[in-house]
């Protein structure tokens, strides 16, 4: 299983493929948070999501951070932050 | 044992001598949660006669074992009470985000009691605990209290419950506001809170949430996305969000309510000015959303106040459209949209706050109150300057604004005693409600609500009922065609909802994902899965609705007890009996006592009531396993048993 998550981020950045939010789109639910981490860690814990959605005023603008850790859930077509996001505001890209 | 849904505090706070005791959640399990949970606390910790302001009186601010976790829309809060205007139960539930930071910071459920010294707000961080000055905060509104506690903990993702000047000053009307926006408005929590002396909550939390089989657990949470957007719940309202149910409705047949329940229909061009489509096109910024939901039915909105000053909000509702609208006979939106902005500001219950300002314009028109009570406001049908006045002096209790900050039915009482058959309430709380004389399921389920009022217990809608398949909705008690069905149907769909919608409101989860609102959307099977899933107890469908039913019982014991509550609490204002709708699609729609009656008799039926009284008799308890609760009713003789009946 490590093994082909290494091979899946070797693949990954060979490809240089990440996720992206469009912070246009997202209304910050964080449901992507929740997702990754369950996938990462097995629990619900935004702090160890690879993806984070922050908005300091519930009203105002939001801001988003890819860390590391980011396996595009490996073994999936489409990353389960992909999947669940319910406004498409979170999509698979080519990073820099 | 680790526990999984759960994260396995509940924190006792005395705030009389500033201690704080943290107790396992262990033992509460068969509560479930949220308001499960508090109807078990509330019934076992508040003395009878304990005052709703008095120190024995108990906060319960508590999240369900689905709460922060991917199950969809788990961002729910219950804030629970004993009920300032009814004295009874209360209990009010709120979105947003703070529930899942609670959790986070390593709490299911917070119990507060006693009062302060001085006023205090306290800070949770991660397991910690601490009761601070609330110095600099008191008197400030909602809104810059938010921003001010979020930079006093050098934090902006904070987050922060409080209320306005409203709960300060122990306003009935006064709500607790969460999110600056977001308002549990029930029981005139805020003015328990203020009781308290406690202005706010701020809670930044970074532990995690265990479920106990993650794998099913998001297979499962997969699947209750899928069904919500296939039911066409989100499409509708990310669309027309928390203004959908606005008279006259999509279908043109919703009733209105005018100039405080005269009549159930308003003037044509009126109606237009007023149209839910008028704030969304007009007035809306963009769409916000709730923890983890897919739904985003809330919406910032743009007003101008009365200086012409451009203001955003949030928390905007059909029913703010309603009671600042017709209720009080103003089609101007943007009165309707200063109102509501000002009430959560303030810390008021909007719907509450419409219904005593529509009492009393009435009662002005009917020389009841004269100029000089009304320190020289111009009374007259809506009146924007006597409206926002009213609303400040409401809060502040100050001139005519003590009164009406008990509500209408106190304010009455207080006033002149005639003045009580236009004090629109129901068991003393003011009755919020459109269609009570064209929606029986609606009007039923409305006025046997343990809170007092409101539509959020067992009211349904009898149209989402085709949406079931024929055995579900024999599973919801409909053994008919909702087009066919009886007092008795009626009855049983009422109780079997009140039973549905106390465990949706116990695991933590928001109702607009349920048969509550959409028959297609999820049902009990679906979330007793992720019941199953997330705390690893092996529990049917029907085990939970067990439990639920457990809660709606607890809830009517505590109301039997406390305030003395029975069949003749359950009976709408007389109003809806004397003034028949006057025209239009609903013309001539009227409450008749018979068929009231014949509708508390087969909703007392279903829930195995006696029906002289209205009191629980020895079964409906047994039934639900709360043999204890019968002992407490039948030692205050309000117990019924047949078989003890000669």
Redesign the interface.
Known sequence: MKERKSDMERACKEMRLGVAVDVEKCNGCRTCELVCSLHLSGMFDPYSSAIRIVRPDVHGPISSEIRDGCDLCSGLSIPYCVEFCPTDAVFLTRVP | MPAYGWVGNVAWIDLSDRSIRIEPIDKYREWIGGRGLASHLLLENVPVEADPFSAENIVVISTGPLT???SPASGRLSISSKNALTHGYGSANVG??FAPELK?AGFDALVIRGVAKAPVYLSIHDGKIEICSADGLWGLTTSRCDEAL?EQSRN??ARVLCIGPGGENLCKLANVIV???RSASYGGIGAILGAKRLKAIVVRG??????HS?DE??SL??EA?EKI?RSGV?AHLKTYGLLAASPPGIDGRAAHVVRNYKDGVWDGDKTVKTNPLVFIVGHGVK????????I?CSR?FRYADEDGTNK?F?GFQANHITNFGSMIDNDDPELILEASALCNDLGLDVDGCGCSIAWAFESFERGKLSSSQCDGLKMNWGNRGAVIALLHQIAQRKGLGDLLADGPREAAGRLDRETIGWAMSIKGAPLREINMQTNMSWALGVAVSTRGSGHLNGAFRMENLPELSSEERKSVGFHTRPDEAGTSAIGLGVAWYEDFKSLVDSLGVCYFTTWWINGKALGPSDLAGLYRAATGECVEARELLRRGARVQNIEKAFNTLHAGMGRESDFPPSRLFEKPISRGVNMGALLTRDRWNALLDGYYTARKYDLRSGWQTRECLTDCGLEAVARRLEGAGRLIDPSHES
């Open positions: 922060g976790t991917l947003g985000y986070r979020k902006m993702e999110d600056k926006g970074s532990m995690s949430i265990r479920v993650p657990f998001l949470a997969r996305f957007d989100v769409n916000l959303t709730c923890y983890n939901c897919p985003r910032l955003l949030e």
